[in-house]
């Protein structure tokens, strides 16, 4: 079955205690990002990847890290979490479609991950 | 910088017809999509316009007027099932990568 997949689903740490969520997609995706969402904020995005070693700041990328070592895989690394990273996190994946007029980036997103950084 | 603005809540009765509309200000534009999202769920894609014009898909269609910046979704034959959040999202900077989401409207159809 065709799907991104994140882990852990659900997680609450504590300021300062670094840690990392994980997506993978078994898609063949050349394109990763990682969005976060508030309420009354919807999505934005806080890193985003085009391929393997290519990564790029999104919209809010103050105290994320990424790496993108294989394809399949784009974790996302908080050094030092605090309070304020307190959210729902989305990792998606897509290729490109060109069609006319430019090129589709649908996105498929992962099930969620909901951080609480007390 | 990007934005996007939304109605944050719509209504609307089941059987009936209703449009979201969406206008944006962006620094690049390389189309607009629409995705959907249920309470406690991951958004999924609807409908992506790059060219002006309408996208019919199903129930669904999508427009674009780039001139304007402004697009909409509209939802016909609405059901129950279609109560969600609802994204328009434009692509931005080269290759379409970034993607900036509106805050996203939220449909609640009533019998």
């Known amino acids: 079955e065709a799907q991104v997949t994140q882990n852990p689903r659900y997680l609450i740490t504590v300021t300062g205690k670094k840690l990392t969520v994980t997506c993978s997609q078994n898609?063949?995706?050349?394109?990763m990002s990682w969005y976060r969402q508030d309420p009354g904020l919807g999505l934005r995005q806080i890193y985003y990847?085009?391929?393997?070693?290519?990564?790029d700041k999104g919209d809010v990328p103050e105290g994320y890290k990424v790496s993108r070592k294989e394809k399949r895989n784009f974790p996302l690394i908080l050094e030092s979490p605090s309070p304020n990273q307190t959210s729902l996190y989305f990792c998606?994946?897509?290729?490109?479609?060109?069609?006319?007029?430019?090129?589709?980036?649908?996105?498929?997103f992962g099930p969620g991950t909901r951080l609480t950084v007390l | 910088g990007q934005s996007l603005e939304q109605p944050s809540e719509v209504t609307a009765v089941e059987g009936a017809i209703v449009q979201i509309n969406c206008t944006y200000q962006t620094s690049g534009f390389y189309g607009l999509s629409w995705y959907q999202q249920h309470d406690g769920g991951a958004p999924t894609f609807l409908s992506y316009?790059?060219?002006?014009g309408l996208e019919e898909t199903g129930r669904f269609s999508s427009f674009l007027s780039r001139s304007d910046s402004y697009g909409y979704l509209l939802l016909q034959e609405l059901q129950m099932k279609d109560s969600a959040s609802y994204f328009c999202?434009?692509?931005?900077?080269?290759?379409?990568?970034?993607?900036?989401f509106g805050k996203g409207t939220k449909l609640s159809v009533i019998p």
């Open positions: 898609m063949n995706h050349e394109y």
């Open positions: 316009n790059g060219l002006d």
């Open positions: 998606a994946s897509s290729s490109r479609q060109r069609v006319s007029g430019g090129q589709i980036n649908e996105q498929f």
């Open positions: 999202a434009v692509a931005s900077g080269a290759g379409s990568y970034q993607l900036t």
């Open positions: 990847s085009m391929n393997v070693e290519v990564t």
